[in-house]
C-alpha cells in the first residue's frame, strides 16, 4: 500500500447533513392521511403485482418482507414496487437521457399523486400505501432525486459525498419502511438513516464488478487512492493485496454502521422488528460472503443462498425480542 489508509469519517462530517435531509423529508403533507377511493379489486390486483414484482427481483427483500404481518407486508411491496420502477427508469432501456429525464418526470408527478391511472398498478398500490401509512411524499422525492442523481455523477471524490447519495436512494427506504412498521418517535430517524447507508454501501461492495462495466465507479476515489488503486485496477479485475486491504477497510466500516443502526430496532413496533432486523443480518451476510470468495467482486456477484437465509433466521428471530 502507498499512502496511508484512510481513517473512519468522524461522525459529524457527513451524519449531520444526512440528518437534515431526514428532517427535512419528515415535513408531513397537507393531504396526509386521506385514503384515496380505490376500486377494491383494483388495489387487490395492484398490490399482489407489486408482491410478484419484490419476490422476482429482491429475493433477500422478500423474505424480511414475509415476515410482517399481511397489511404491512403488502404496503412493504408497494414501497419495493416504487423504488424498483424509478430505478428501472433511470437504468433500464435504451432511451437518451432526454426521455429518460421525461419519464422520471411524469413518474414523479404519478408517484406523488394520490389519484394515479387504474392501469399503473404500482402507483396505485403505492398511493394507498402513502395515504394508509403517512408516509411524508417528500421522503419519496428525495429519493427520486437521489436515483436521478445516477444519470449525471458517475464518480464521487468522498465518502460523505458517497453518503448523500446513499442516503437518497437507500436512508429514504429506510425512513418509508420505518412509517409502515410503525416507530417510537424522532429519535428512531438517526437509526434508519444510518441503516440505509449501511445497505447501499453492501449493495455498492457486491457491485463493484457489474457497475465498471457499466461506467460507474461508486468507491470514493481518495480511498482508491490512499490504497495505491486507481480505475485502471477496477478494469484489470485482479485480487491482489493492496485490493484486498481496500476491500477489509471498507467492509469493516459497513458492519460498523449496521452495528451502529441497531439500536433502533428496539425503537420499532414488535410486529415489524423479526423483518428489519431480519433485513438487515441477511444483508450483512453478503459482507461474508465477499470475504469467502477473497474479495472477488470482479467475477461473481456475492450472495446468501436460500438455505443460509432460512438456517440465519432462528438466531435473529431469538436476537430481535
Known amino acids: 500500500m502507498g499512502a496511508a489508509s484512510p481513517a473512519m469519517a468522524p461522525a459529524g462530517?457527513?451524519?449531520?447533513?444526512?440528518?437534515?435531509?431526514?428532517?427535512?423529508?419528515?415535513?408531513?403533507?397537507?393531504?396526509?392521511?386521506?385514503?384515496?377511493?380505490?376500486?377494491?379489486?383494483?388495489?387487490?390486483?395492484?398490490y399482489a403485482y407489486c408482491d410478484a414484482v419484490t419476490s422476482r427481483r429482491s429475493r433477500t427483500f422478500y423474505t424480511a418482507a414475509r415476515l410482517l404481518p399481511p397489511p404491512?407486508?403488502?404496503?412493504?411491496?408497494?414501497?419495493?414496487?416504487?423504488?424498483?420502477?424509478?430505478d428501472d427508469i433511470v437504468d433500464g432501456g435504451d432511451a437518451t437521457r432526454i426521455e429518460t429525464e421525461a419519464n422520471l418526470a411524469a413518474w414523479r408527478a404519478m408517484a406523488t399523486s394520490f389519484a394515479p391511472p387504474p392501469?399503473?398498478?404500482?402507483?396505485?398500490?403505492?398511493?394507498?400505501?402513502?395515504?394508509?401509512?403517512?408516509?411524508?411524499?417528500?421522503?419519496a422525492e428525495q429519493l427520486i432525486d437521489g436515483v436521478d442523481r445516477d444519470l449525471y455523477q458517475q464518480r464521487y471524490r468522498t465518502f460523505e459525498e458517497l453518503a448523500t447519495y446513499a442516503y437518497g436512494v437507500a436512508s429514504t427506504v429506510g425512513l418509508m419502511s420505518m412509517h409502515i412498521i410503525g416507530f417510537a418517535g424522532d429519535e428512531a430517524i438517526p437509526y434508519a438513516v444510518k441503516f440505509g447507508v449501511a445497505l447501499q454501501l453492501t449493495n455498492i461492495l457486491r457491485d463493484i464488478g457489474e457497475d465498471w462495466r457499466s461506467g460507474r465507479v461508486y468507491l470514493p476515489l481518495d480511498e482508491l487512492a490512499a490504497y495505491d488503486l486507481t480505475e485502471a485496477d477496477l478494469a484489470a479485475g485482479q485480487v491482489h493485496d493492496r485490493?484486498?486491504?481496500?476491500?477489509?477497510?471498507q467492509l469493516a466500516r459497513t458492519r460498523r454502521l449496521y452495528a451502529e443502526a441497531r439500536p433502533g430496532i428496539a425503537l420499532l413496533r414488535n410486529d415489524g422488528r423479526f423483518a428489519i432486523a431480519a433485513a438487515s443480518e441477511l444483508y450483512a451476510a453478503i459482507l461474508a460472503d465477499i470475504e469467502?470468495?477473497?474479495?472477488?467482486?470482479?467475477?461473481?456477484?456475492?450472495?446468501?443462498?436460500?438455505?443460509?437465509?432460512?438456517r440465519k433466521l432462528?438466531?435473529?428471530w431469538w436476537r430481535a425480542r
Not at 403488502?74 to 424498483?84: H, K, N, P, Q, S
Not at 392501469?119 to 411524508?136: G, K, N, Q, S, Y
Open 13 to 46: 462530517s457527513w451524519e449531520h447533513t444526512l440528518l437534515r435531509m431526514a428532517s427535512e423529508a419528515e415535513q408531513r403533507d397537507v393531504d396526509q392521511g386521506h385514503i384515496p377511493r380505490c376500486d377494491q379489486a383494483l388495489l387487490q390486483r395492484a
Open 292 to 310: 469467502t470468495h477473497d474479495y472477488d467482486v470482479f467475477h461473481r456477484r456475492a450472495h446468501v443462498r436460500d438455505w443460509d437465509k432460512l
Open 243 to 249: 485490493w484486498r486491504a481496500f476491500m477489509r477497510f
Open 314 to 316: 432462528p438466531g435473529i
Open 119 to 139: 392501469d399503473e398498478l404500482i402507483a396505485v398500490a403505492w398511493a394507498d400505501t402513502r395515504a394508509r401509512f403517512a408516509i411524508p411524499r417528500r421522503c
Open 72 to 86: 404491512k407486508r403488502r404496503a412493504i411491496c408497494a414501497l419495493y414496487g416504487f423504488c424498483r420502477r424509478t
